[in-house]
C-alpha cells in the first residue's frame, strides 16, 4: 500500500531564519506531488507541484522554493521566513493529474 | 474567475442527517471530490463524483448536477466523530484542483 510522511509535524522559527520541510510517498513511483498551505478559515492554497524529478511548477510567487531530489522525495524550503509564512502546510501525490489527493500528516509552522 | 461557495459551519444533532451543499464555478470540469479534515489534521478523501447523480459509500453519500454547478454530502445517522470540516474541490479543464474553504460540522449530543 501506499504511504506518504512529512516532517516535521511542528515547527517554530524566528523571523529571518531557514525552514526546510520533507515530504517522502513510499509503494508508487512517479506520483505528482504537492505542497499546500492552508490557512485558518481560508481554502487549502497550491504552492508548488511536480510531475517528475526536477520538475517544479510554482502557483505562488513568495519567498518559498520547493525542490524533488529523487522520485518520490518533495522538499519545502525558505532562506528568510516572514511572519506571513506562518501556517498548516501540507504534502500530497496523486497518481497522474485526474486523481484524488493523499496527503501526509501536515506541518504547523509559526513563525515568530 | 474560479469559485466554490460552501457554508462556513453547520450543526445538526446525533443520530440525525445532515446535507453539505457545494456549488461551483469553474473553466471546464474534470470531477468533484468531497475531503473530512478533523481539527488539526491532515484531510481524507470521501468520495469522487464525475458523472451527475448521486454516489452512496456507507453513511456518506456525493450528488453532483454539472448543469447547475452543484454538489452535496449528505451524512446519516451522525455520529460525534463526524464533527470535522468538509472540504469540496473541483478539478477544472486543466486538472487543477479549486479548493472551498471547507464547512465546520458540528455535532451536538
Known amino acids: 500500500s501506499q504511504t506518504i510522511h512529512q516532517w516535521p509535524a511542528t515547527l517554530v522559527q524566528p523571523v529571518g531564519s531557514p525552514l526546510s520541510l520533507e515530504c517522502t510517498v513510499e509503494g508508487t513511483s512517479n506520483p505528482n506531488l504537492y505542497w499546500y498551505r492552508q490557512a485558518a478559515g481560508r481554502g487549502l492554497q497550491l504552492l508548488f507541484y511536480?510531475?517528475?524529478?526536477?520538475?517544479i511548477s510554482s502557483e505562488v510567487p513568495q519567498n518559498l522554493s520547493a525542490s524533488r531530489p529523487q522520485d518520490r522525495q518533495f522538499i519545502l524550503s525558505s532562506k528568510k521566513l516572514l511572519l506571513s509564512d506562518s501556517g498548516f502546510y501540507l504534502c500530497?501525490?496523486?497518481?497522474?493529474?485526474?486523481?484524488?489527493?493523499?496527503f501526509g500528516e501536515g506541518s504547523r509552522l509559526t513563525v515568530l | 474567475g474560479q469559485n466554490i461557495d460552501q457554508p462556513t459551519e453547520m450543526t445538526a444533532t446525533e443520530g440525525a442527517i445532515v446535507q453539505i451543499n457545494c456549488t461551483y464555478q469553474?473553466?471546464?470540469?474534470?470531477?468533484l471530490f468531497w475531503y473530512q479534515q478533523h481539527a488539526g489534521e491532515a484531510p481524507t478523501f470521501l468520495s469522487y463524483?464525475?458523472l451527475d447523480g448521486l454516489e452512496e459509500k456507507g453513511r456518506f453519500s456525493s450528488f453532483l448536477s454539472r448543469s447547475k454547478g452543484y454538489s452535496y454530502l449528505l451524512l446519516k445517522e451522525l455520529q460525534m466523530k463526524d464533527s470535522a470540516s468538509y472540504l469540496c474541490a473541483v478539478r477544472d479543464r486543466n486538472y487543477q484542483l479549486i479548493w472551498g474553504a471547507g464547512t465546520k460540522l458540528i455535532i451536538k449530543p
Open positions: 469553474t473553466s471546464g470540469f474534470n470531477g
Open positions: 511536480s510531475v517528475g524529478i526536477g520538475q
Open positions: 463524483n464525475v
Open positions: 500530497a501525490w496523486s497518481r497522474g493529474d485526474a486523481g484524488e489527493l493523499f
